[in-house]
């Protein structure tokens, strides 16, 4: 259990959530151990022994997340106590976001009971496992991410004149701004793998490769995202619940003629793949959640819409960002499914499906989509600056 709160608290410090030193792992073995001594341990081994669960974290967020959720933290706190991000990841995985206002081990089971995380105002945030760190590690990541997502687009609302927010908010907005355009400076080049693929084993390599890229560039958190290749009449695609950065034992392949079961495990998205697959040549393709394709997809003017509030399922306005379609779509199969919308909409580089992220594909193997994945982003990432002035 040590090598996994190590391995966890390395991956929030190396994708910029939280800084060096901070993180307070508690795991519950026979008795509960911790990672490192902390005022908050008191109140932790409360909650932790108050709740059925394995593990516990706590750790204040690294800038500029910390100002973005501190400035929504207290936003929730004079209304009803609940941040409430729009994102995918928010709506499958944590509903919303309660806030409180102290550190008191009551309050923060209270919260636990009910949701995977809670942020207490100026001190941070506690999520938790039932079964192993990895829960906590996830939850964390995703109120993070959602939380940015939710500040960047209510802050274009406000520049339009359409949502009031405080002052403050133009300087933690150009503060995030300024720290993102410095990180795209800092992405990796693109895979080596290249194609053509002669056996499994490369097309398993040129995955494995892409995942751990997509990770390490930002584009996606670990455990988010899914990839794919169409290889002698089978798609080799990653599992459900996999890490985009740990694929090596995680990848199934999948035959056209579906004569095994290994879809099963695969992917929630392998529908909305194997639907590209059906009507295009595309050999590959790649699925991350990068912010800005994802903020800038949740970005529309029409506020009468009748549509409003239901965009990731029923938007019926053709969007564009250049030559990207922007389409909504949920996960999973239904008539509103993106197995259903996806496929259909796709352009040679990609697609972004509303509030959830950006698919992109390649032609023979990933050189074409890590660099389309890469390179739409930062095409978002600049029409949002420019929008905002």
């Known amino acids: 259990m040590d090598k996994l709160v190590l391995k966890y608290t390395d991956k929030l410090i190396s994708a910029g959530l939280c800084n060096k030193g901070e993180p307070v792992f508690g795991v519950i073995d026979d008795e509960i151990t911790w990672n490192k001594n902390s005022s908050e341990i008191e109140s932790l081994d409360t909650v932790i022994r108050g709740l059925n669960i394995n593990s516990i974290l706590f750790s204040q967020a690294a800038e500029p997340y910390r100002s973005i959720i501190d400035y929504l933290a207290r936003s929730a706190l004079d209304a009803d106590g609940y941040i409430k991000p729009d994102d995918t ?16 081990p009551r309050h923060i089971i209270n919260a636990l009971k009910k949701r995977k995380g809670v942020i207490i105002y100026k001190k941070g945030i506690v999520t938790y496992g039932v079964v192993s760190p990895e829960q906590a590690f996830i939850f964390f990541c ?90 002698n009449d089978k798609i080799y695609i990653s599992q459900t619940g996999s890490s985009l950065d ?18 099963i495990t ?26 800005y394709s994802v903020i800038l997809s949740m970005i529309c003017d029409d506020v009468q819409c009748n549509n409003r509030g239901s965009c990731h399922i029923k938007c019926n306005t053709k969007r564009m960002i250049n030559d990207i379609p ?18 259909k909409a796709i352009t040679d580089r990609g697609a972004i499906v509303y509030g959830h992220g950006l698919f992109t594909f390649g032609a023979e193997d990933f050189t074409d989509a890590f660099k389309s994945l890469i390179d739409i982003e930062k095409e978002c990432f600049n029409r949002y600056a420019e929008i905002i002035g």
Not at 89 to 104: A, N, S
Not at 272 to 286: N, P
Not at 327 to 338: H, M
Request: charged residues 20%; contains cysteine.
């Open 246 to 263: 740990e694929l090596a034992g995680a990848i199934d392949p999948c035959p056209l003629n579906n004569s095994t079961c290994n879809a």
């Open 89 to 104: 990841e928010t709506k499958i995985f944590l509903h919303d976001i309660p806030v409180v206002w102290d550190f008191h």
């Open 326 to 343: 922007v389409i909504p779509g949920e996960v999973g199969t239904g008539p509103r499914g993106i197995s259903n919308t996806l496929p």
């Open 142 to 231: 995703s109120i993070c991410f959602s939380c940015y997502v939710k500040f960047m687009t209510d802050y274009y609302y406000y520049k339009k004149g359409i949502i009031k927010m405080d002052q403050d908010a133009d300087e933690i907005c150009k503060s995030a701004v300024s720290s993102y355009k410095e990180s795209l400076k800092h992405i990796l080049s693109g895979p080596k793998i290249k194609a053509p693929f002669n056996t499994s084993e490369d097309v398993i390599a040129a995955i494995i490769e892409t995942g751990r890229l997509t990770v390490e560039s930002r584009m996606v958190g670990s455990f988010f995202g899914n990839i794919s290749v169409k290889f």
């Open 266 to 291: 695969s992917s929630s998205e392998f529908s909305a793949h194997r639907g590209v697959y059906d009507i295009t040549d595309k050999k590959t393709i790649l699925h991350g959640h990068p912010k």
